[in-house]
């Protein structure tokens, strides 16, 4: 247990489908983090939220929409996905988002676009 | 951030010491050398970081040499959970976390 938890574990749904992942995290850190890691790819950093702001977007498509409601949850929205953003969806968080701390990651979601 | 490569791939002997290098000879002064581990489809997990000195915690330690451009982490005693990818990862501060492609360590019974 690393204290980040994530739901659901396993996602399946079609591309006119409109879903949430949820991440939570009981470390009271203050930056919370995004990764997607496709098969036999590294790990792609997508969001990042420093003291629920906003921090990074690293040219991730508008269909992948974050919200950060508070320093402890985390949200990913998803619409009108594409089957090629079937992965594994990884959220982490860090003492800060800006220093050299180490993030802790929850187990993921695997979600599957078909 | 200073570019790392590890080997694809390593094996080691249940029980004996299991050493994966990382060359980062590119590392500047104020970056930091971490390693994570992921196990098969669950999220990387943190295992030790350091900036010059060596440094050992409970699950590993990471030996860094005297000119920083290569590291070595060690598991003294490994054991079939140790089955893992490894991810050595030199990041300045401030900076994200670039995991790359990492070690694949099979530990073998």
């Known amino acids: 247990e690393t204290g980040v938890t994530q739901t659901p574990r396993h996602l399946v749904m079609g591309m006119t489908n409109k879903k949430s992942l949820k991440c939570e995290q009981h470390?009271?850190?203050?930056?919370m983090y995004w990764y997607k890691q496709s098969a036999k790819k590294p790990l792609e950093l997508m969001f990042v939220y420093n003291f629920k702001e906003q921090t990074e977007n690293n040219s991730v498509p508008s269909r992948f929409s974050p919200e950060c409601p508070n320093s402890s949850h985390l949200f990913l929205h998803l619409h009108t996905l594409q089957p090629e953003d079937s992965a594994l969806y990884l959220c982490a968080s860090s003492q800060d988002g800006t220093l050299s701390y180490e993030q802790y990651f929850g187990p993921g979601t695997r979600l599957t676009v078909t | 951030d200073a570019k790392t490569t590890q080997p694809p791939s390593m094996d080691c002997a249940e029980g004996r010491a299991a050493n994966l290098p990382c060359n980062h000879s590119?590392?500047?002064?104020?970056?930091?050398v971490y390693w994570y581990r992921q196990i098969h489809s669950q999220g990387p997990q943190y295992i030790i970081h350091g900036l010059k000195n060596n440094e050992t915690n409970e699950m590993a330690s990471l030996i860094i040499t005297e000119d920083r451009k290569s590291s070595t982490l060690i598991l003294p005693h490994a054991t079939l959970r140790d089955t893992a990818v490894y991810y050595c990862i030199a990041r300045n501060t401030g900076n994200q976390f670039y995991f790359g492609t990492g070690t694949s360590l099979t530990v073998i019974p």
């Open positions: 470390l009271g850190h203050n930056a």
């Open positions: 590119t590392i500047s002064g104020n970056e930091y």
